[in-house]
């Protein structure tokens, strides 16, 4: 028994699969097969396979379609296979009697007369051509011949049990050509994936359609039981059968999917992939990948081994089926590794010379499809060998291109000033002189309805050549951001679209009357019908019965073209919005007010996808552009109806069962779809926050939570969580609980399997809590590695795609809008973050810095040790010249404001240096400080306990008194309970002018609670008797007069009596000054520095004044125990023991 029949018998008893379907695809909705308009080309066809989702319209490419098929590749070596085949094949039993019987008349011939010859004779040349019709070569040419699915039948009925391996193949080629030439005639176009039947002015015919389609399925059957009667066959066979099979199924006929038929082939393909050349081996790779099948791995290892091994011989179209279909064939990247896409990319490369414009496009959109990661080489490889191919390209084909840059992007080297020359002419050439190079002109529909129909062919046709205009600019936008289009090029853009869009709605109008006429001609029958008899109004009706369901088919066949041309148009728009926020540069107002009104037209109608509606809202949030509330409404209508129906089909998915087997094996496109769809709910919530509009729909925020949150843990990045929680929180809208813990505990979690690939810091800035919360954490890592790992396989030629260069601010970002929540998270998660956060934390810069602080505080975390002090120390204690920090005088007022509040809610203490450049920097810019960074700047220097110069409280009670009134005039919100506060535990005495502005401040303050009220009216009483007190009491200048004399030894004689009174007036105010200080019930704390009655010092902060060396100085702190004296040193970067007192801080 040959190889092939034991395998053979193998799978027919269920002992071997070698090639099992692990997916059903859809005709309108597929990996590699998605028909979305068939292009055609002058000098070859090609179908493009564009992926259309049902979240948008953006397509990428999956593979090519030979140029002819693999049968006819060499006639006359084929011809010459069959007559060999033919000599060595027995003749069957019938044709040996009849070789009997002519040998037999011409022995007959010999001896009769000549009028008998000539009878015999003319008998033997008709059995002799009746014989020559049944060679091998014959029946080859006369099958691929077969103009029509009656003659293929009629082959097929007479020659069937003569068929062999190449007569099969090239039936199922031809049955192919016929099916699609059918369908194409047949379909008014495929636009969207969406099939409209044909009409011959305006009726379609089904009738007819159904007949072939079942001749056509009969063949079918009839072919594939042939086929798996064969016992021998070759790799041509095989790459055949597959490829017709995938493109019958691909057609929308399910029976083209036969799985035995698949499973013979597969056993053969096994045994035969070794001496398969390149162009069969990239057929049977496409096939299988369109048909969804997942081979065995002996089968993938001996095709991508071979693939690999002939690679050389590759031709373009070659190198792009592989491209498309090797890592479909392998969903979990098994032997499909990075080396595998690399060395194709290096072929993709080779054979760009010989590549024509439009395979040129094909290849970068097929590494585009796969995830390839170029690097700098192969791109300047790149845009040297294509530059020169540009201007050949069709719409079509520069649509293509855009969309596989901008998958690209952002890219290692940009493409040459020389490249973005060619490539604007290009996209001028086709704005311009697009109607004679469209590409899409087979597949627009015919409805013969006046001139009517024929505009709106032309614009629906017009519309699709802006769309492919808008994808090269959509790519263009995302590799070079920085060099946008010339003036000129802007300009005619616009206009041309401008007018397209009144094009549109001339033929709305159009049609709006075309639909009054029709309306005018029914009240007129009905005028008619009146009149009639009932006996002529009956024949009237029965007459008039099939006109009417022709019109009603034409009617809704007219409406179904119109709604591809409209989902276009707002395509083309969005597009059009998203490029120039990318560049920066807003559109006219003209055009803009047009589209605007063009665009609120489509998402009333529905015929926006989400992916159309979050870019748009992108857009419009990056330009800032705000529309009114009435568009905002609309948009939100259309997004609500586009989360129902996304969670109409999860629900679906877990209900099918074999979803949820496809499920366990899903495709690479399948997760790229659903890590899209969380990335365009994300975007939407946040850009509708940016535009002002706040969504009250409960409704709407329910749907919106119950479709994103299977998405949280798997598909949603890190920052498209923070993202959607910042949304979230600027609508003020909190989300469920379940939702926020499953969101924080996913950001913490792919943030730490993000930054694992960084070089990790020294010391972590967060200690873990225990040993099981060390190893979870680690196990986390482990699972975000391999799932970015996944999703990045084919990123070869370079580093693989990674969120690791935006860890720790987008870490950041999420922390913020959980801390705005308020209580969500705590210590332990804020522990998990600053862990994932440590090996990141250099990519901090400013801003980022100053909210991780004050995230940090506002959700009460306090630092176990000095990791989290020392480096914020390290961070912030920044000068001229050091590099590691930043100075203060980069900050900006709300920047200061924020980062000493979280420093007072962290209740860390910073060293030397940075508190002396606080004190510095406040004290020559405290003019220029709101009163809101006055009060945080109090705050903290008082929660610190130390005591400042002299010439900084002048400073900042000054900046005070100026800041007051132009706060009251401003009306807004600031903490005058925290300001008093500080003042009495600073012992800073106001002068009487800005007591007076506290109390009217005071007043002036909202309606607080009885408690506030009290807490806030003892405090200003307080500061109000402190400041009587301190009028009453001698002048600095006499008492440090008296103590310099009494220590010389000398007793001063005063005129007007003796000197005790006036020394025991002294003792009493300093005993008074003691027993009256509000610090810690009466603890008293010296580092050298005298205090005078006014609040002035004498002394300055520290060892050597604010301009000495800080780093080595030490803080003296005072104990919170009011029983105690005694006070503690810390070194510079430790946190002070405070005990467990309340945080006092304010949400700026």
Known sequence: MSAVGWLHAALLQGELSLGCRF????PSNRSLGCHVAPKVY??????????????????????????????????????????????????????????????????QLTGGSSSQFGRLGTQQQQRRDTTALDKPAVITAAISAAGSVGELQALLDRHGPNLNHIHISAAFVQLQRLWTSSSSDSDSGTIGGSRQPSSSNGVSSNSSSSSSSASQRAVLLQLQGLAQGLGRVDGRYCANVLYSSARIEAAGEPAGYCGPLVEQVCAAAFELVNLMPPQELATLAWSLALLGVLPAPQLLARLVANVLRKLPGFKPQDVVMALAALP???????????????????????????????????????????????????????????????????????????????????LEEGPPASWLAAWQHALQQTCIHGSSSSSHSSSNGQYAAGSAAASSSESSRRGLQLV???????????????????????????????????????????????????????????????????QQL??????????????????????????????????????????????????????????????????????????????LLWSLACLGV???????????SALQQQLQRHQQQQQQEA???????????SSQPEEQQQQLQARQLAISVWALSQLGYTVASQQFWASFWAASQPLLSAKFTLADLAMTLEGAVQQRQRPPAAWTQAALAAGVAKAAGAAADLAPAPAALAPAASAAERKKLHKQQGQQRRRVMLAHAAAAGGAPRSAASSVGPDLVRLATAAARLGGVPGHRWCCQALHALTPAAHQLDQQALVRLVWCLGKLGYRPAGGALTGWLAARLAGSSSSSAGVPLSSYSASQLALLLSGLRGCRVVLGGRWLAQLLAHSTDHARQMPLEVLVQLLGYVASARMRPPASWAT???????????????????????????????LQLLPSQQLLQQLHTAAAAQPQLSPEQLAAQTGMLQKLQDRVAAAEQQPSAEAVEQQQQQQQQGGVLESRAGSPWPQAQQQHQWQTQRKSSSPANNGSSSSNGSSWSPSGQSSATVGPSGPGGPWAGALWVVSSTNGSSNSSSSVSVGAAPSTGHSKRVGTDI
């Open 23 to 26: 997916r059903q695809p859809q």
């Open 538 to 615: 009956l024949q009237r009706e029965q007459r008039s019965l099939l006109q009417s369901l022709v019109l009603q088919q034409s009617q809704q066949q007219f409406s179904s073209q119109q709604q591809p041309g409209s989902g276009v148009q707002g395509q083309l728009l969005v597009e059009l919005l998203a490029a120039a926020a990318r560049w920066r540069q807003l559109p006219p107002r003209a055009w803009l007010l047009a589209a605007l009104r063009c665009l609120q037209q489509q998402l009333a109608a529905g015929s926006c996808s989400s992916r159309d509606i979050a870019r």
């Open 328 to 410: 479909q064939l392998s969903p979990n990247n098994r032997l499909a590794p990075y080396s595998t896409v690399h060395h194709l990319a290096g072929a993709a490369l080779r054979v760009l010379p010989q590549a024509s414009a439009g395979e040129c496009g094909l290849l970068l959109a097929a590494l585009a499809g796969v995830g390839f990661k170029p690097s700098g080489a192969w791109l300047a490889g790149w845009w040297a060998g294509s530059e020169a191919k540009l201007g050949g390209m069709a719409p079509a084909e520069l649509g293509m291109t855009g969309w596989a840059l901008g998958r690209l992007a952002p």
């Open 468 to 534: 492919e205009l808008a994808m090269g600019l959509y790519g263009w936008s995302k590799v070079a951001p920085s060099q946008p289009p010339s003036a000129e090029f802007q300009q005619l853009l616009y206009s041309t679209t401008q007018q397209a869009m009144a094009d549109a709605a001339a033929g709305s109008g159009t049609q709006h009357q075309h639909q009054q006429e029709q309306q005018q001609h029914l009240a007129d029958q009905q005028q008619q019908r009146q009149s009639l008899s009932s």
């Open 42 to 107: 002058a000098n070859r066809e090609r179908c493009v396979s564009r992926h259309a989702t049902s979240s948008g319209t953006t397509a990428h490419l999956a593979a090519a379609q030979l140029q002819q098929p693999v049968t006819h590749s060499s006639q006359q070596q084929q011809q010459q296979q069959q007559e060999q085949q033919y000599e060595e094949q027995p003749l069957p039993h019938g044709h040996q009697l009849q070789q009997q019987q002519d040998w037999q008349e011409q022995r």
């Open 655 to 665: 209900f099918n069962g074999w979803q949820q087997q496809s499920s366990a094996s």
């Open 955 to 985: 400073a900042v009670l000054e900046a005070l008194g100026a800041a007051l009134p132009a706060q009251q005039q401003q009306q807004q919100q600031w903490s005058l309970t925290g300001l008093l506060a500080a003042l009495l535990k």
């Open 626 to 636: 705000k529309p009114n509330q009435e568009w905002l409404a609309t948009c939100t």
